[in-house]
């Protein structure tokens, strides 16, 4: 069964830090096949043109294996929609928005324009959410209602205690995609249950993770293989079309 | 022994089915090469309990059958007064129980309340631990819990997610800060804990699961323990945390 992993980061951070090469190793241990990846903390902050050209990069080394994700601080305003709209010319196969380490929230008009050239590139746009008081989930619903024609993806399932919010905002709408990372297994089984396999995309956060809890935990839980293969390769194929 | 320090009775949403035997919860928990559990009450820490003493009699009954492996706790709701104090003596009493299960959020107080600190300062004088849920604002941060180690510093309070999803760091510098706040694993990822296990003596952290929060609870007990077990730490490490720093707030180190 393919393993797309929907959000891992790379590069050297504040925080954390992951190498291309050390990525790579972990997927080739874990049976991983491609990797949507995004830059590290401080450069999903500030430095963000050095963190999307260490994703770029990457892409461009290992085509088969890393899919691109760019981001930019909104409120770099017009140089933001300039970095983005380069990062998508060269490649990137979705924008990647954090209202904690970029402070915004996500109903905060600051971060439409950027929005906007997503949508207008029909890339989907994951939102880091479940940290009060800036990414919630019906901030997110909101945001989706504004923009009906983008897709939006709920990094993390919003862990950790919004998980009473994440079913009723999904089913509000219908261009959320939930992810996976962090959160608990027993959670991500009843999301299922109740949202269907096709709202749901596989991804691990590593390095904050261990890919390999994050993986056991939808082997273990999640059936009959159809879903699975849908969690962890057909939704975001989907999504990203033929950046996959 | 391996211990899982935050456990819940009974089952999500419903009273504890009668399968559900302490043999049978030993048998569950030693699938994940857990040896005992703290039990804390599940009904009690809502604030729809108008009288949590039935809850923590059948725990206390519960437990009293696998001495040394099933530990009771109990809980109050501190905006209940003297009947939450009455109740905290009744149980060190009766149960000679040494953990006190709060939850701010769902219990609907303020750990700044006054109604907080005449609890912290009869379970101090008692040596009762008390195990918050933490992690979820505005109601239970563990900076505002680290104040009740400060203002009674006998008391030792657990940190029962060690700052869940989002206030880790908050945990890890309340426990650098005061000896007797303690960390129980059981919310922050394996990057969370791996800098706990760095920044926080071992004496100061524990490992929980927080099952019977959930209608899928194997899912939760192997999801806990692996997060744990992903994370390398030295023996005497892992001993600690797995074993040790609840051994010694239960009394039995």
């Given at each position: 069964?393919?393993?797309?992993?929907?959000?891992?980061?790379?590069?050297?951070?504040?925080?954390?830090?992951?190498?291309v090469?050390?990525?790579?190793?972990?997927?080739?241990?874990?049976?991983?096949?491609?990797?949507?990846?995004?830059?590290?903390?401080?450069?999903?902050?500030?430095?963000?043109?050095?963190?999307?050209?260490?994703?770029?990069?990457?892409?461009?080394?290992?085509?088969?294996?890393?899919?691109?994700?760019?981001?930019?601080?909104?409120?770099?305003?017009?140089?933001?929609?300039?970095?983005?709209?380069?990062?998508?010319?060269?490649?990137?196969?979705?924008?990647?928005?954090h209202?904690?380490?970029?402070?915004?929230?996500?109903?905060?008009?600051?971060?439409?324009?950027?929005?906007?050239?997503?949508?207008?590139?029909?890339?989907?746009?994951?939102?880091?959410?479940?940290?009060?008081?800036?990414?919630?989930?019906f901030?997110?619903?909101?945001?989706?209602?504004?923009?009906?024609?983008?897709?939006?993806?709920?990094?993390?399932?919003?862990?950790?205690?919004?998980?009473?919010?994440?079913?009723?905002?999904?089913?509000?709408?219908?261009?959320?995609?939930?992810?996976?990372?962090?959160?608990?297994?027993?959670?991500?089984?009843?999301?299922?249950?109740?949202?269907?396999?096709?709202?749901?995309?596989?991804?691990?956060?590593?390095?904050?993770?261990?890919?390999?809890?994050?993986?056991?935990?939808?082997?273990?839980?999640?059936?009959?293989?159809?879903?699975?293969?849908?969690?962890?390769?057909?939704?975001?194929?989907?999504?990203?079309?033929?950046?996959? | 022994?391996?211990?899982?320090?935050?456990?819940?009775?009974?089952?999500?949403?419903?009273?504890?089915?009668?399968?559900?035997?302490?043999e049978?919860?030993?048998?569950?928990?030693?699938?994940?090469?857990?040896d005992?559990?703290?039990?804390?009450?599940?009904?009690?820490?809502?604030?729809?309990c108008?009288?949590?003493?039935?809850?923590?009699?059948?725990?206390a009954?519960?437990?009293?059958?696998?001495?040394?492996?099933?530990?009771?706790?109990?809980?109050?709701?501190?905006?209940?007064?003297?009947?939450?104090?009455?109740?905290i003596?009744?149980?060190?009493?009766?149960?000679?129980?040494?953990?006190?299960?709060?939850?701010?959020?769902?219990?609907?107080?303020?750990?700044?309340?006054?109604?907080?600190?005449?609890?912290?300062?009869?379970?101090?004088?008692?040596?009762?631990?008390?195990?918050?849920?933490?992690?979820?604002?505005?109601?239970?941060?563990?900076?505002?819990?680290?104040?009740?180690?400060?203002?009674?510093?006998?008391?030792?309070?657990?940190?029962?997610?060690?700052?869940?999803g989002?206030?880790?760091?908050?945990?890890?510098?309340?426990?650098?800060?005061?000896?007797?706040?303690?960390?129980?694993?059981?919310?922050?990822?394996?990057?969370?804990?791996?800098?706990?296990?760095?920044s926080?003596?071992?004496?100061?952290?524990?490992?929980?699961?927080?099952?019977?929060?959930?209608?899928?609870?194997?899912?939760?007990?192997?999801?806990?323990?692996?997060?744990?077990?992903?994370?390398?730490?030295?023996?005497?490490?892992?001993?600690?945390?797995?074993?040790?720093?609840?051994?010694?707030?239960?009394?039995?180190?």
């Open positions: 069964m393919e393993i797309i992993d929907a959000h891992c980061h790379i590069g050297h951070g504040i925080n954390y830090s992951l190498s090469d050390d990525l790579l190793r972990q997927m080739d241990a874990h049976g991983v096949a491609k990797a949507v990846v995004v830059p590290v903390d401080r450069c999903i902050a500030v430095n963000n043109i050095e963190g999307n050209n260490l994703v770029l990069d990457a892409a461009r080394s290992h085509s088969d294996r890393i899919i691109p994700f760019a981001t930019a601080n909104p409120w770099y305003g017009g140089r933001a929609v300039d970095e983005i709209r380069r990062c998508f010319d060269a490649g990137a196969a979705g924008l990647k928005l209202p904690v380490l970029q402070g915004f929230s996500i109903i905060d008009e600051v971060c439409y324009p950027l929005v906007e050239e997503a949508v207008n590139r029909a890339k989907p746009i994951y939102f880091h959410t479940g940290t009060p008081v800036h990414c919630t989930p901030q997110l619903v909101e945001l989706a209602m504004t923009y009906p024609e983008g897709h939006f993806i709920m990094g993390h399932a919003a862990y950790a205690d919004y998980w009473n919010d994440v079913s009723a905002a999904v089913s509000a709408v219908g261009n959320i995609s939930v992810e996976t990372s962090l959160h608990l297994a027993s959670f991500i089984k009843s999301l299922k249950d109740e949202l269907g396999s096709d709202k749901i995309i596989y991804g691990s956060d590593a390095p904050k993770t261990s890919m390999r809890v994050e993986i056991d935990k939808i082997l273990r839980y999640i059936e009959p293989d159809a879903d699975r293969e849908a969690i962890f390769a057909g939704n975001i194929r989907r999504l990203i079309g033929k950046g996959c | 022994m391996v211990i899982d320090f935050h456990t819940h009775y009974g089952a999500w949403g419903r009273p504890r089915p009668p399968e559900d035997t302490p049978r919860l030993l048998a569950f928990l030693g699938g994940q090469g857990v005992g559990a703290l039990i804390a009450p599940l009904m009690g820490v809502f604030s729809h108008t009288d949590p003493r039935p809850e923590n009699d059948e725990i009954e519960y437990c009293s059958h696998a001495p040394g492996r099933l530990f009771a706790s109990f809980a109050v709701n501190p905006l209940f007064g003297q009947s939450a104090i009455d109740e003596r009744r149980c060190k009493g009766e149960y000679g129980s040494r953990v006190v299960k709060l939850h701010p959020w769902l219990q609907g107080f303020s750990i700044s309340s006054p109604e907080m600190d005449r609890v912290a300062e009869v379970c101090e004088e008692l040596g009762i631990a008390i195990l918050f849920h933490d992690g979820t604002p505005v109601y239970s941060h563990p900076l505002q819990m680290a104040r009740l180690c400060r203002d009674f510093p006998g008391l030792t309070v657990i940190a029962g997610h060690a700052g869940l989002d206030l880790g760091r908050e945990a890890i510098l309340a426990a650098r800060r005061y000896s007797n706040f303690i960390l129980c694993l059981c919310g922050p990822r394996e990057l969370g804990i791996a800098e706990m296990i760095e926080v003596p071992p004496g100061q952290i524990c490992v929980g699961s927080d099952i019977f929060t959930s209608d899928y609870n194997e899912a939760v007990l192997w999801f806990r323990w692996a997060s744990v077990r992903a994370v390398e730490m030295a023996p005497e490490v892992r001993h600690a945390v797995k074993c040790g720093t609840a051994k010694r707030i239960l009394g039995l180190a």
